[in-house]
């Protein structure tokens, strides 16, 4: 079945530092990948998505290119910030109009100044 | 954004007892919502799917006399864990999608965090 592999946290960043998280997935088909973010106290919002092999998702300066050939979708960030401090959830959905996703076990962020 | 909520947001009760969970959609109608569950340090796994005037969905391993779902309204979804032990605590989380939506539409309650003594 389908499955999400994004890295085990917590991480810990300083003010302005670069940010990946590694997400890798296994699925059969061509699963639309996501993700999503957790604020404290609330719940999931979507952050980014891509839909087809090299797309680019991006959003609020993170980014993450869906990637078939290695089966991954990293989120990046050039320089986060204090507010970028959540939980990170890599997602899979399996495509065909259907609402089912696979989530990552979620990463999750701290950002000192 | 859409919004949704859950309540209560955190619920303590004593092993037997059968607790509760309310899902709203706030600012639109959801055919369609999702319950699911969330272990320490744990992905999300789907529980069940609810579809409003209809029987939940549930998904493998998932018992359905104990986690009853009722999704009477387009704007309400419950979950009640009957006669609840230890084994069932957990963070339960509910999402909700507006008619017609794609994977990329479901929005997310804050969860509710069940604690059986």
């Known amino acids: 079945g389908d499955s999400v592999t994004q890295m085990e946290g917590p991480v810990t960043l300083s003010e302005e530092a670069f940010l990946t998280i590694n997400c890798t997935y296994t699925?059969?088909?061509?699963?639309?990948l996501f993700w999503y973010v957790q604020y404290p106290g609330e719940g999931l919002q979507l952050l980014l998505k891509?839909?087809?092999?090299?797309d680019k998702g991006s959003n609020k300066g993170f980014e993450a290119t869906y990637r078939k050939e290695t089966t991954s979708f990293h989120l990046e960030k050039g320089s986060v910030q204090v507010s970028d401090s959540a939980v990170y959830f890599c997602?899979?959905?399996?495509?065909?109009?259907?609402?089912?996703?696979?989530f990552g076990k979620g990463t999750k962020l701290s950002v000192i100044p | 954004g859409a919004v949704v909520s859950q309540h209560p947001s955190r619920v303590i009760c004593k092993s037997g007892t059968s607790v509760k969970i309310e899902c709203r959609s706030l600012?639109?109608?959801?055919?369609?919502m999702f319950w699911y569950r969330q272990f320490p340090k744990q992905s999300l796994m789907l529980m069940a799917t609810?579809?409003?005037?209809?029987?939940?969905?549930?998904e493998q391993g998932v018992e359905k006399d104990k986690f009853l779902i009722n999704h009477a309204s387009l704007t309400l979804s419950t979950l009640t864990v009957t006669s609840a032990h230890p084994e069932d605590s957990s963070f339960y989380i509910c999402?909700?999608?507006?008619?017609?939506?794609?994977?990329?539409?479901?929005?997310f309650g804050p969860g509710t965090r069940l604690t059986v003594l």
């Open positions: 997602a899979l959905g399996s495509g065909a109009g259907s609402y089912q996703l696979t």
């Open positions: 999402s909700a999608a507006p008619p017609g939506a794609g994977t990329d539409t479901q929005y």
């Open positions: 699925a059969t088909g061509y699963p639309s």
């Open positions: 609810s579809n409003e005037g209809s029987k939940a969905t549930y």
């Open positions: 891509a839909t087809k092999a090299d």
């Open positions: 600012d639109f109608q959801a055919t369609t």
